[in-house]
């Protein structure tokens, strides 16, 4: 069995593909993915399930929603319920069942190890495999409660530090000239993420065009005094100098850590 949750939470057995029906059911079974194999107190999925304000019967509606799951997690090669009950909560036993978000975890430690090590190849392919277990926005972009928002928020982040990561590799093999495009998409929808606007400078300078590498320092400076009334860090402001100065360890030959 396989759970996956960079997306919408959908559950894969064999040639079957299960999504949990009701956006309180699939809380239910989040939280406990989530926290696994720790156990979930019952207050702590009332409140990602109602919030600070449960219903007179949410102690009843809550063993609904255990009962339920305990059904649909049963299947012709995992007979016994993963769900446990414990006197303050609930667990899910995982086991040798798959997990996209610990994978898509492993898969960017494993690039981040690269990376430093200059195995840009190497690290190119991980990351690659990493970002493409993505479908779509972490359990649909639903956070019900500190645990689900939490986890969104950690794998958002996560994800950001593998593109990052990805373009250092790339950078590092010489494929300015291919990231353009991408890194010029990549600080339009993250505009104050410096990261990417100090790659997309990068990019531009080995491809020969200086100028638009300082406007594109311009640009994120504006963006960030209009959007935060701070300059750039030190890391853009001294890239900027360094072409201004046609640095030679901007030159292509040179690896960018990360």
Request: net charge positive.
């Given at each position: 069995m396989r759970y996956e949750m960079l997306g919408t939470l959908r559950v894969v057995d064999n040639e079957s593909c299960r999504t949990a029906a009701g956006k309180k059911f699939e809380t239910v079974l989040a939280t406990l993915l989530i926290r696994s194999p720790e156990i979930v107190t019952s207050e702590q999925l009332t409140m990602e399930i109602w919030g600070a304000r449960p219903p007179?019967?949410?102690?009843?509606?809550?063993?609904?929603?255990?009962?339920?799951?305990?059904?649909?997690?049963?299947?012709q090669d995992q007979p016994v319920s993963p769900v446990g009950t414990k006197p303050s909560g609930y667990t899910l036993r995982v086991g040798d069942d798959e997990v996209d978000f610990a994978e898509f975890l492993q898969l960017v430690e494993q690039g981040r190890r690269y990376v430093r090590e200059g195995r840009f190849t190497a690290a190119t392919s991980c990351l690659d495999k990493a970002l493409s277990l993505w479908r779509g926005p972490v359990l649909g972009g639903h956070g019900r409660g500190p645990i689900t928002s939490g986890?969104?928020?950690?794998?958002?982040?996560?994800?950001?530090?593998?593109?990052?990561?990805?373009?250092?590799?790339?950078?590092?093999?010489?494929?300015?000239?291919?990231?353009?495009?991408?890194?010029?998409?990549?600080?339009?929808?993250?505009?104050?993420?410096?990261?990417?606007?100090?790659?997309?400078?990068?990019?531009?300078?080995?491809?020969?065009?200086?100028?638009?590498?300082?406007?594109a320092y311009h640009v994120a400076r504006t963006t960030l005094r209009e959007e935060l009334g701070v300059e750039p860090g030190r890391a853009l402001r001294e890239l900027q100098q360094a072409i201004l100065q046609d640095d030679h360890r901007l030159s292509p030959s040179a690896a960018l850590t990360a």
């Open positions: 007179g019967r949410a102690s009843a509606g809550l063993h609904v929603y255990i009962s339920r799951l305990r059904k649909f997690l049963v299947s986890f969104i928020t950690r794998m958002d982040e996560t994800r950001l530090e593998g593109l990052e990561l990805m373009t250092n590799a790339q950078l590092g093999l010489g494929l300015h000239r291919e990231l353009v495009g991408r890194l010029y998409s990549l600080t339009s929808e993250h505009p104050l993420c410096e990261a990417f606007h100090r790659q997309l400078m990068i990019a531009l300078y080995r491809s020969e065009r200086q100028a638009d590498a300082l406007k």
